[in-house]
């Protein structure tokens, strides 16, 4: 598959900020207030990031069971791991809502460049929230319900972005383009907090590498020194490229939050090669 970067870049959100919100929407005002003091209500922090990579055609010969069902875009949306391809760790340090990612390993082995043996992702964190929240993106939200989602009330709405407005900025290769996007988001009823985020790339043009991006982010409370904190724990992204039937997933786990310090360590547990 070719080596394809995705990630999400603040291009109008850094510039627009939160202050020019004027949402009709209680809910979506309460969920924009909470998103915009999210950075500074965080710690510094260090997170381990182990991210399992799978591919189409990436195992085709493990065994009579991964035989009989070939690794194609359906496995890979249903049984990813009967399409193994690589796992990357790292430890990400945040900090007034920038990623700092060090220690960056491909099966165990350094490597600071896993974008180039495979799909890649960033913005996990704040860089999301500010995407779809900030002014300048201009989002819709819209069918809004009452639903459950991990045992809490919450609201579930329907949102979208319109490629003039988007900060999403998706890299293939040597090529970029901010698509429109859109999804479905869900709102704690209580705290106003996000705690899960699906988002879908729309009308990419012809010309670009990729012809489908989706994205998804679940948020769970966890302790960071004596406070509790609302943060990402797990993500997945499902790539496919425009040329073939070549896609590929990545399936994030966020583990073991700490308050950072200079001392500060994550030992990883060892991925076999």
């Given at each position: 598959?070719?080596?394809?970067?995705?990630?999400?870049?603040?291009?109008?959100?850094?510039?627009?900020?939160?202050?020019?919100?004027?949402?009709?929407?209680?809910?979506?005002?309460?969920?924009?207030?909470?998103?915009?003091?999210?950075?500074?209500?965080?710690?510094?922090?260090?997170?381990?990031?182990?991210?399992?990579?799978?591919?189409?055609?990436?195992?085709s010969s493990l065994d009579s069971r991964t035989r009989s069902k070939p690794c194609n875009l359906d496995t890979l949306r249903a049984t990813p791991e009967l399409c193994p391809f690589?796992?990357?760790?790292?430890?990400?340090?945040?900090?007034?809502?920038?990623?700092?990612?060090?220690?960056?390993?491909?099966?165990?082995?350094?490597?600071?460049?896993?974008?180039?043996?495979?799909?890649?992702?960033?913005?996990?964190?704040?860089?999301?929230?500010?995407?779809?929240?900030?002014?300048?993106?201009?989002?819709?939200?819209?069918?809004?319900?009452?639903?459950?989602?991990?045992?809490?009330?919450?609201?579930?709405?329907?949102?979208?972005?319109?490629?003039?407005?988007?900060?999403?900025?998706?890299?293939?290769?040597?090529?970029?383009?901010?698509?429109?996007?859109?999804?479905?988001?869900?709102?704690?009823?209580?705290?106003?907090?996000?705690?899960?985020?699906?988002?879908?790339?729309?009308?990419?043009?012809?010309?670009?590498?990729?012809?489908?991006?989706?994205?998804?982010?679940?948020?769970?409370?966890?302790?960071?020194?004596?406070?509790?904190?609302?943060?990402?724990?797990?993500?997945?992204?499902l790539y496919c490229e425009r040329a073939g039937t070549a896609c590929s997933k990545n399936v994030t786990d966020f583990q073991n939050y700490k308050r950072y310090t200079a001392d500060?360590?994550?030992?990883?547990?060892?991925?076999?090669?």
């Open positions: 598959m070719t080596t394809s970067k995705i990630c999400i870049a603040l291009v109008a959100c850094a510039t627009a900020g939160f202050a020019a919100a004027d949402t009709p929407d209680p809910v979506i005002a309460a969920a924009r207030k909470a998103a915009s003091a999210f950075t500074d209500s965080l710690p510094r922090y260090v997170v381990k990031r182990a991210t399992k990579r799978y591919q189409t055609g990436a195992a690589d796992t990357v760790t790292a430890e990400i340090v945040t900090e007034n809502g920038k990623e700092t990612y060090t220690n960056l390993r491909v099966n165990g082995t350094p490597d600071a460049n896993p974008d180039r043996s495979g799909t890649w992702s960033e913005g996990e964190f704040s860089t999301t929230l500010w995407a779809i929240f900030s002014p300048a993106s201009a989002a819709l939200f819209t069918n809004q319900r009452a639903v459950t989602i991990m045992k809490r009330p919450a609201w579930r709405y329907d949102f979208a972005i319109d490629h003039s407005h988007s900060s999403w900025k998706l890299f293939a290769g040597t090529t970029d383009y901010a698509p429109a996007y859109g999804g479905a988001i869900w709102i704690d009823k209580e705290t106003s907090r996000v705690l899960r985020i699906e988002m879908a790339a729309r009308e990419l043009p012809a010309s670009f590498p990729l012809k489908m991006v989706e994205s998804a982010i679940e948020y769970n409370f966890v302790n960071i020194g004596d406070a509790k904190f609302l943060l990402p724990a797990h993500s997945e992204a500060a360590t994550i030992t990883f547990e060892e991925t076999p090669k």
